[in-house]
């Protein structure tokens, strides 16, 4: 890990995952996600949405891909980093600046969604945990973050 301030742990219900953020691609983003998870936002929420071949995505209050935190959306800070496998991005809906506290995990490449959606992060280590994540739109037995910290304050 180079820099604990921009790694992120992720302790799932399947494992560790550390993820590397990229305050170069979308400082913004970066911003909000190690503020929510310095509030502990993202503490027990599911993977809500698990697509084999696709991307796994989590951080909705209400476990159903309707909900963000209390803060404002954010501003779109798309840029020219693939969606490949292992890339943390934001989700957002049809609106380009609706970006709030909702993110996925690509599994395999997903260069259609390039310059559409923030890359803000990359998983460094444990791309063999998002792997066994239960699939389903939603799953049946969703897994969920058990905590996700900022390195330098673990």
């Known amino acids: 890990m180079s820099d604990p301030e921009n790694t992120l742990i992720m302790e799932t219900s399947k494992g560790k995952v550390t993820i590397e953020l990229r305050p170069d691609l979308a400082p913004g983003h970066v911003e909000r996600i190690k503020e929510l998870a ?28 309707t909900g963000g935190s209390s803060k404002p959306d954010l501003k779109a800070e798309f840029n020219a980093e ?6 943390c991005s934001m989700a957002r809906t049809a609106a380009p600046h609706s970006a709030n506290s909702q993110f996925f995990i690509c599994f395999d490449d ?9 890359v803000w992060g990359k998983v ?14 939603p799953p049946r037995n969703p897994d969920q973050i058990v905590s996700l910290r900022v390195a330098a304050d673990v």
Do not use: K, W
Request: aromatic fraction near 10%; glycine fraction near 14%; charged fraction near 25%.
């Open 38 to 65: 310095r509030e502990e936002f993202y503490d027990g929420i599911v993977f809500h949405r698990v697509i084999d071949g696709f991307m796994a995505q989590v951080g909705c209050p209400n476990g159903t891909g």
């Open 82 to 87: 693939p969606h490949v496998r292992g890339v």
């Open 110 to 118: 997903a260069t259609f969604l390039d310059r559409q959606y923030t």
């Open 124 to 137: 460094s280590d444990g791309m063999d945990v998002i792997d066994q994540l239960n699939r389903g739109e």
